[in-house]
């Protein structure tokens, strides 16, 4: 009679063990909270660079409107009067408390924020100041 050899307990496994899979579980969610700060972080600095993007081209387009008129737009017509050096409808902030295309006027010298704070820029028809209205982001 010939006897069959002894199996070994690896060769009779055919699955992961509860241990082998709660360090897998572990692992993952070692790298997730490694990697999702930098994911939100990385959706943050987009707006940031928006913002400042559309203020600068908003800049400049007060500036040409100054160049070729001599004086710095009124506050309360400025999203018509910058229109034809814009491409495209007046920019709205991607940050702060109000991200809407509204401007709001001020006279103060530095600009600070405007309150009622319900619209997206601050603005002085008397230098030209254009800024966010928003008491965070207030010194771009």
Same mark, same amino acid.
């Given at each position: 009679m010939q006897t069959q050899p002894l199996k070994t307990e690896r060769s009779q496994r055919t699955a992961?063990?509860?241990?082998?899979?709660?360090?897998?579980?572990?692992?993952?969610? #070692?790298?997730?909270? #490694?990697?999702?700060?930098?994911?939100?972080? =990385?959706?943050?600095?987009?707006? #940031?660079?928006? =913002?400042?993007?559309?203020?600068?081209?908003?800049?400049?387009?007060?500036?040409?409107h100054r160049v070729q008129t001599g004086s710095y737009p009124a506050a309360g017509t400025i999203t018509t009067q910058l229109q034809p050096f814009? +491409?495209?409808?007046?920019?709205?902030? +991607? #940050?702060? !408390?109000? +991200?809407?295309? !509204?401007?709001?006027?001020? !006279? +103060?010298?530095?600009i600070t !924020?405007?309150?009622p704070g319900t619209d997206g820029w601050a603005y002085n028809a008397t230098t030209g100041e254009l800024r966010v209205n928003d008491a965070t982001y207030i010194g771009w």
């Open positions: 992961f063990t509860l241990v082998e899979l709660v360090i897998v579980v572990l692992v993952l969610g #070692i790298i997730a909270a #490694i990697a999702a700060p930098r994911m939100f972080d =990385t959706a943050n600095d987009a707006r #940031i660079s928006a =913002t400042r993007a559309s203020l600068a081209v908003v800049r400049e387009s007060i500036e040409l814009l +491409q495209g409808p007046f920019p709205a902030p +991607q #940050i702060g !408390t109000n +991200q809407n295309a !509204t401007v709001a006027a001020s !006279t +103060q010298n530095p !924020t405007v309150e």
